[in-house]
């Protein structure tokens, strides 16, 4: 089977959990190309029609993979191979980007979101469930001290690592903000997580005494199942699926918005770090069956169901 990839790399590359699922369906032999689209907004997505024509044209795909409702949109209007969308979160939870993903969704014809979140909001019974996998070979628990000791981290001071850049508005920083000044703890460094490579992140989670997301939003965040990988203690909000994912898994809370509560739950993280080192995270990740290799199976299972 030959698919080709259709997805953003606005930032500069392809987002880390679009090639990690590439390559664990190419293990299960799955030819892959990539259409990288360049462009923000409708006009920048929809601009790359001719160029998507051509590159289907090109690599003869069986079918299409589009990641993100605007790719999707996109995949929808060629009419030459059949596409599979995925949806991540910002396409569903954003009103306007919403809309587009309607559209989308009509055009295509097998569709996936990452939480059963995103598909109560969409309401299409048809609708796979699958969220992107974990990497459990690079993330992994190892030493807190030897992590830190790579990354050139202080043993004596508490890390706590937010989960994305600090001027990303879902994210919600000032709300992190906000809630380490209730602790009033010199020896607390709140880190940010931005411009990392695979490696750097598992280190990082590996080195932090807690791993903290106050979004808005999200859709089945890796920051979330990353740390569950690694062991790593988990302060967050209520979003996505993170009630799923950590639920009853001790060293992991859930926290409303007030920076008190915030903070209270981040104290509780912190003592469980000192006390056990790591959570059973890593089982968790294995029970649920969201590997990259259990879900690029899953995915596969949608691939056999268009008929070609």
């Not at 030959?2 to 392809?14: F, Q």
């Not at 293990?27 to 190309?33: A, H, N, T």
């Not at 979140?117 to 969220?131: F, Q, T, V, Y």
């Not at 000044?181 to 709140?190: P, V």
């Amino acid at each position: 089977m030959r698919v080709l990839i259709v997805c953003s790399a606005n930032t500069g590359n392809i987002s880390p959990f679009v090639l990690e699922q590439a390559s664990e369906l190419e293990k299960l032999g799955v030819e892959i190309g990539f259409f990288p689209i360049k462009g923000k907004g409708v006009k920048g997505y929809l601009g790359n029609l001719a160029k998507l024509k051509q590159r289907i044209t090109a690599f003869n795909p069986d079918l299409i993979h589009a990641h993100s409702g605007m790719s999707a949109l996109l995949c929808g209007l060629q009419r030459k191979k059949k596409v599979v969308a995925t949806f991540h979160g910002s396409d569903v939870n954003n009103l306007k980007l919403k809309r587009f993903t309607r559209i989308a969704i009509f055009l295509t014809h097998k569709h996936i979101v990452v939480s059963s979140d995103l598909k109560s909001k969409l309401g299409s019974k048809s609708i796979e469930i699958i969220p992107c996998g974990v990497d459990n070979q690079s993330f992994q628990p190892i030493d807190q001290q030897l992590a830190q000791l790579k990354l050139g981290w202080l043993p004596s001071k508490k890390y706590i690592l937010f989960s994305s850049s600090f001027s990303n508005e879902v994210k919600n920083y000032p709300l992190a903000y906000e809630a380490l000044k209730y602790l009033n703890d010199f020896d607390i460094e709140l880190i940010e997580l931005s411009g990392k490579s695979r490696q750097e992140v598992s280190q990082m989670l590996n080195a932090c005494d807690v791993a903290l997301m106050t979004s808005f939003s999200e859709g089945s965040p890796q920051f979330i199942k990353e740390a569950l990988a690694t062991g790593t203690p988990i302060v967050s909000t209520n979003v996505g699926d993170v009630e799923e994912l950590i639920k009853d898994l001790e060293g992991c809370y859930l926290s409303d918005y007030e920076p008190e509560s915030v903070s209270n739950k981040i104290i509780s993280a912190i003592q469980f770090k000192r006390n056990n080192q790591f959570t059973t995270g890593p089982k968790r990740i294995l029970d649920l069956k969201i590997t990259g290799a259990d879900i690029a199976q899953q995915v596969m299972e949608v691939y056999s169901h268009i008929s070609l």
